[in-house]
């Protein structure tokens, strides 16, 4: 079983803006025991099995197809609208896409780290959530409907990265035969 940690998102990353804003944000890490780029994880996790599902949802119901050429572009940042996604921000090592409607944030980020004496990589997946609902104090905060899919949304936030880890763990394997 891949070990998935839900834990707040470094100081540097891209979400930090959206957690002082008030908006919910969440973040889940695990550690690959081989060094991998941020083109490298961003590649994996927009073309596993899993996110192939969510890329036909939305070719189905929103209109928004995309490939698994066009999630090498994104990955080689020379694209910037992927499926329902534009990208909000990018550094060497991290990305924030923001969605079509402008309510939610995908984040992906990798770390070089020593890890049981070798050099490995802390990969980091989060959105943030911005709210929708206006209280009589001024205060926003996300609908009930929101509020009721955040379950589901942190499961599958999991299944989404252990399923990255899986697919650059192969392919490190893969590469070194």
Known sequence: MIK??????????????????GCYTDCFTTVLDAEVSAEDYILAFYTTFIFKIERAILKLFLAKPSSDKQAKLLAKKEIDQFAAWHVE???????LLCDFQQKTRSWLKVEGIEYDGKRSTRLY?????????????????????????????????????????????????????
């Not at 834990?7 to 959206?18: E, G, I, N, V």
């Not at 921000?89 to 990305?95: E, F, S, V, W």
């Open 4 to 21: 998935i940690t839900q834990c707040q998102p470094p100081k540097d990353s891209l979400l930090t803006a959206y957690h002082a804003r």
């Open 125 to 177: 997946f989060g959105s943030a959530v911005v709210p929708d609902r206006k209280l009589a104090n001024g205060e926003y905060t996300l609908s009930l409907g929101v509020k009721f899919l955040l379950g589901f949304h942190k499961w599958y936030s999991r299944i989404l990265l252990a399923s990255a880890k899986r697919r650059l763990q192969k392919v490190s394997v893969d590469s070194s035969i």
């Open 89 to 95: 921000g990018r550094t060497t090592d991290q990305i």
